[in-house]
């Protein structure tokens, strides 16, 4: 389990959700969740401040992951909390993450970690369905970037 930081000023907008009070920010995180494509994991979530923290259990590391990503690149979250179980013990080693900078496109991250600009389609497929289209990143952005 670990604590991960997020670029706070970046990610989507979910209004209200870090209101200091808000009773249905779990809620509106599971919902996030779903929205994203990632199912109705089974896991729960807390916010306190612009900490995330989520418990529970899923089935791969991958799934899992993803989850961290689609709540940490959500304007407003500084850190997410992992608590969360892999029920079926990956075959993998885990994924690196990695931040988008300015200018960067998929080509040019895959080019930076793989050596090979042509193996971007590789970090778009493992961060679907949260990216939609390969070109469609933002600064700030964290992503999956698989062995």
Known sequence: ?????????????????????????GEQLKDH????????????????GDKVTVTGEVATQEEKEKILLALGNIAGVGSVDDQITV????????????VVEKGDTLSAISLRVYGDAN?????????????KDVNKIYPGQSLRIPE
Do not use: H
Not at 125 to 131: D, R, T, Y
């Open 1 to 25: 389990m670990s604590l991960l930081s997020f670029v706070k000023e970046a990610g989507e907008k979910l209004i209200d959700l870090l209101t200091p009070g808000n009773a249905n920010a």
């Open 33 to 48: 969740i779903a929205k994203v494509g990632l199912g109705n994991p089974n896991v729960q979530t807390t916010v306190d």
């Open 87 to 98: 029920t079926n013990q990956p075959t993998l080693l885990a994924a690196k993450f990695v």
């Open 119 to 131: 193996k971007y389609q590789k970090i778009f497929e493992a961060n679907k369905p949260m990216l």
